[in-house]
C-alpha cells in the first residue's frame, strides 16, 4: 500500500508526494505526457530529442549535472511512444536543488544551435549504433510497420528514419517544446523522506510561476481491425535465425489489460511456461522464446519471440509456435497454472515498491493514466482473473488473422 498526498497547482501541475522516512533520499519525477505517438509523421524521434536536449542547459542554469553531482544527487530519463519521463535522485536535505533544476528547465531550455547540433549528432550514433549496426537492432524498425499501419505506433520512439533527426529546425525543436513542456502537462511526484507542506512550499515557489501553458488535443488515428495475416522474412549478418509474432490487444486501461497480460505470461513467461516448456526444454527447436505485452496506452501488442537453434528450419519452428498455441486453445488453462502466473506478477509489483523511485514513477504514470489509486489497486485487478476469462480473450486475440510474423533470418 502506497500511501500519498496529491494537489493541482493553479497553472495545472499535478503533484503527489509519498513521504517514507525510511530513507534519507528523495526522488522527484517529472512526466510529461508525450511520446513518439504524438510526433508529426514527417518529424518523428522528437521526444526522444528532447529527451537529450533537456540536459543541455536552461536559461539560468548552463550545466544541469553539475549541480546535482554537487549535492550528491543523480539523474536520468527514458522515452518511450507514450510518455517521456525524467528522474533524480539525491539525499533529502537538499532537496530544492532538484526544484530549482527541474523548474528552470520547465521554464525554458537555453536553446542554443550548439546544443542543438551536439543532441542531434548524439542521436543520429545512437540510431545507427542501437538500430542498425548491432544484431536484430532493426527487428522492431520492421516490425512496427508490419503491425500498424495507420496509428503512430508504427515507428519506434528513435524516429522512422535517421533524416528526420539530421533535418530538425530550430524553430521545429522550439515549437514541439512550446506543445508539450509546461505544467498542464506534466505531472510531479516527489518521493522519499520528505514532508507534504515542504513540497508544497516548493512547488510554489518553483512551479507556480510558470505559464501553464496549452494542453494539447491528440487527434491520433485509430489503428484499423487486422483480418488477415501478414508476415515478413529479411535476411541479417545475424548468428541465429529470430521469430517474432505479434497480435494486436487492448490498451493499457482496458479493463482487459490484465487478462491479457496474464495469457502473455501463461504462454512465455519464464522456464516453466507453455512455450519454453515446450519449444525450449522438450522438442530444443528455439534456444529462447518468451511472450511479453508491449503494455501500450492506446491499443499495444502482445509479443512472442525466441531465437531459433542453429539446422532448425524457421518456418518449422513457427509451425511449432502454432500447435502451443493451438493446445492452449483446445485444453484450456488450469487454476494452478494461472495462480502461478498470477504470484509472479504481484511479485514483481512488490519487488517494484521498495524503491521510492520506483514508487514515484508508479505513481505518475498511474495518475496518467487517470486514477493514481492505480498503484493500490492493481494486485487486486490481477487477483480476480479468473482461467474462463484468460481463455476469452486466448480465442479472441490468438487467431492467424491478427497476427504479424517477422522471419529474421541468418545470411547464408
Known amino acids: 500500500m502506497i500511501k500519498y498526498e496529491k494537489f493541482t497547482l493553479a497553472n495545472g501541475l499535478r503533484v503527489l ?57 543523480e539523474n536520468n530519463a527514458f522515452t518511450n511512444n507514450d510518455i517521456t519521463n525524467y528522474y533524480l535522485s539525491l539525499p533529502a536535505d537538499n532537496l530544492e536543488t532538484g526544484f530549482w ?7 525554458s531550455l537555453a536553446f542554443s544551435e550548439k546544443s542543438l547540433e551536439v543532441q542531434r549528432n548524439v542521436v543520429v550514433e545512437e540510431f545507427k549504433q542501437r538500430y542498425l549496426n548491432q544484431p536484430y537492432g532493426d527487428e522492431w524498425l520492421l516490425l512496427r510497420p508490419l503491425a500498424y499501419k495507420k496509428h503512430p505506433y508504427r515507428w519506434a520512439t528513435i524516429g522512422e528514419e535517421i ?46 510561476p510558470i505559464p501553464a501553458g496549452e494542453k494539447n488535443k491528440r487527434e491520433i488515428p485509430v489503428e484499423p481491425e487486422q483480418t488477415e495475416a501478414r508476415t515478413l522474412e529479411v535476411f541479417r549478418d545475424v548468428p541465429a535465425d529470430s521469430l517474432t509474432r505479434v497480435y494486436h490487444m487492448c490498451g ?10 496474464l495469457l502473455s505470461d501463461v504462454l512465455g513467461r519464464g522456464s516453466s511456461s507453455r512455450l519454453y516448456t515446450a519449444l525450449v526444454k522438450e522438442k530444443q527447436l528455439f534456444s529462447s522464446i518468451s ?42 488453462i488450469t487454476d494452478k497454472e494461472l495462480e502461478k502466473v498470477k504470484n509472479k506478477a504481484e ?20 495518475e496518467l493514466l487517470g486514477d493514481s489509486e492505480l498503484v493500490n489497486t492493481e494486485i487486486g485487478k490481477i487477483r480476480k482473473v479468473s482461467a474462463e476469462q484468460v481463455m476469452s480473450q486466448a480465442k479472441a486475440i490468438l487467431s492467424p488473422e491478427n497476427c504479424s510474423t517477422l522471419f529474421y533470418r541468418k545470411k547464408v
Request: glycine share 8%; charged share 20%.
Open 101 to 107: 533544476l527541474e523548474s528552470d528547465r520547465m521554464l
Open 347 to 366: 511479485s514483481t509489483l512488490v519487488f517494484e515498491e521498495m524503491s521510492i523511485l520506483n514508487k514515484a514513477m508508479g505513481l505518475a504514470f498511474a
Open 291 to 332: 511472450a511479453y505485452v508491449t503494455g501500450n496506452i492506446d491499443p499495444g501488442l502482445l509479443v512472442i519471440q525466441g531465437k531459433v537453434n542453429p539446422g532448425v528450419d524457421i518456418h518449422q519452428a513457427d509451425e511449432a509456435v502454432t500447435a502451443v498455441i493451438n493446445n492452449l486453445l483446445t485444453q484450456g
Open 163 to 208: 533524416s528526420h533527426i539530421e533535418n530538425a529546425r530550430m524553430e521545429d525543436v522550439k515549437a514541439f517544446f512550446k506543445k508539450h513542456y509546461h505544467p498542464s502537462n506534466a505531472i510531479l511526484v516527489v518521493s522519499g523522506d520528505v514532508k507534504t507542506d515542504q513540497v508544497k512550499a516548493l512547488c510554489e515557489k518553483w512551479f507556480a
Open 17 to 73: 508526494v509519498h513521504e517514507d522516512h525510511s530513507t534519507p533520499l528523495a526522488c522527484i519525477n517529472i512526466l510529461y505526457d508525450v511520446g513518439a505517438r504524438d510526433e508529426n509523421p514527417s518529424m518523428t524521434g522528437f521526444a526522444h530529442l528532447f529527451e537529450h536536449l533537456m540536459f543541455g542547459g536552461s536559461i539560468n542554469i548552463p550545466s544541469y549535472d553539475t549541480p546535482l553531482q554537487q549535492v550528491g544527487g
Open 252 to 261: 493499457r486501461t482496458n479493463e482487459l489489460y490484465h487478462t491479457q497480460d
